[in-house]
């Protein structure tokens, strides 16, 4: 599922796990000689340092240093990825920019182009962000309301992209039961053909039945939204990992995804509610409301019954989510133990919000009525 893409990152620049080999080696010094030359003949940028960068959840990513001192960050992407794909979502990206949002300053090319390929890669070229780190810690503190600010600031320019203007749908496609049942039976059904002994798969077929048994209770809670939800054209993977932020403040949203319609409410959810801040913050529900509070000061288009439900969205929507259960089976090589931490955590979470969505509905009906 293309929303639940962002991953916990393992590792970090200049660090190699114990799993490589020489041969990665060999093969990375080879990639990042290959990025320096594409800088120098693509970019008119000209190199004096490459070096491993953070890492990606699909690409191999790269910091260079040029000759002024500045640093660039080098997004690789693997053979067969769908680059005009890749081209709309930075497209996307510099729109939001364009509009005032936080978004790192894409290179184009000397052709104009947003992507460069040669000697077998393919790369994009973005300003690197100082001093920042990624959301992962958690929210906290006036982290709350800058993030609502931000993410209120970035739908109410995004809802003039060209791709189409906000629209209604019914909840049941922002939160599809239906659909989560016919995934989770495929999941045991697969399952069941290789029953796993132990470790992630195990857990994660357990998991898998627990919350096909619980679906009926998925399907109540998700009566309780509005009948129908705003959509309109939003970051489409703004999670943790994609959100940094310099002190108190938000320094960049990053890796948009194409542009598609998804509720802003879900998204707002999404990252404010995310299962490292919801499982580190027992005053979660007081953060989520100076969220939504500073979200509802930036974007007031959105109608406070679909703020109010923010929670239940986002509780309705992982009780839906088959992520990353699925990935046992359908990409076991995926299953890295930060994965596998993210999924328990993503569990637990789900049983918080649950336990306690009456105490943060009635903590944002007070703000918002």
């Not at 000209?46 to 001192?69: C, F, H, K, L, M």
């Not at 997004?75 to 729109?95: M, S, V």
């Not at 999924?343 to 969505?357: D, I, Q, W």
Request: glycine fraction near 8%; hydrophobic fraction near 45%.
């Amino acid at each position: 599922m293309t929303p639940d893409r962002a991953q916990p990152r393992p590792g970090s620049a200049g660090v190699w796990p114990e799993r490589f080999t020489d041969h990665h080696l060999n093969r990375a010094e080879s990639d990042m000689t290959v990025v320096a030359g594409i800088l120098t003949l693509f970019y008119r940028i000209v190199p004096t340092a490459v070096a491993e960068g953070p890492a990606g959840t699909t690409t191999r990513n790269y910091v260079a240093r040029d000759s002024d001192g500045g640093r660039w960050f080098v997004k690789a992407y693997p053979a067969g990825t769908d680059l005009d794909a890749e081209r709309r979502a930075l497209e996307l990206g510099q729109f939001a920019r364009l509009g005032g949002i936080p978004v790192p300053m894409e290179r184009q090319t000397l052709d104009g182009d947003l992507i460069a390929a040669a000697g077998g890669l393919a790369v994009s070229v973005a300003a690197y962000v100082e001093n920042a780190e990624t959301a992962e810690g958690g929210l906290s503190g006036d982290r709350w309301a800058a993030v609502g600010e931000t993410v209120g600031r970035l739908h109410r320019t995004l809802a003039r992209y060209p791709a189409g203007p906000p629209r209604r749908v019914p909840a049941r496609e922002v939160c599809d039961v239906k659909r989560a049942r016919q995934r989770l039976d495929r999941l045991l059904s697969l399952f069941a053909k290789r029953p796993p002994a132990s470790g992630f798969p195990a857990w994660a077929r357990e998991i898998a039945a627990r919350r096909l048994d619980a679906l009926p209770a998925a399907a109540a809670m998700v009566k309780g939204l509005p009948t129908s939800l705003t959509v309109q054209t939003v970051h489409g993977d703004l999670a943790s990992p994609n959100l940094l932020l310099r002190g108190q403040q938000v320094a960049a949203l990053i890796d948009f995804r194409p542009p598609g319609h998804r509720s802003p409410a879900w998204e707002l959810g999404r990252i404010a509610l995310d299962p490292r801040t919801v499982l580190a913050q027992p005053t979660w529900p007081m953060g989520l409301a100076e969220a939504v509070a500073a979200y509802r000061a930036a974007n007031p288009a959105l109608p406070a019954e679909e703020l109010l439900a923010v929670p239940r969205l986002a509780a309705g929507y992982m009780a839906c989510s088959v992520y990353p259960l699925a990935e046992a089976v359908d990409d076991p090589a995926a299953v890295t133990p930060e994965l596998a931490a993210y999924g328990h955590n993503r569990h637990a979470a789900m049983a918080e919000l649950c336990e306690r969505l009456t105490e943060a509905e009635e903590v944002l009906h007070d703000l918002l009525h």
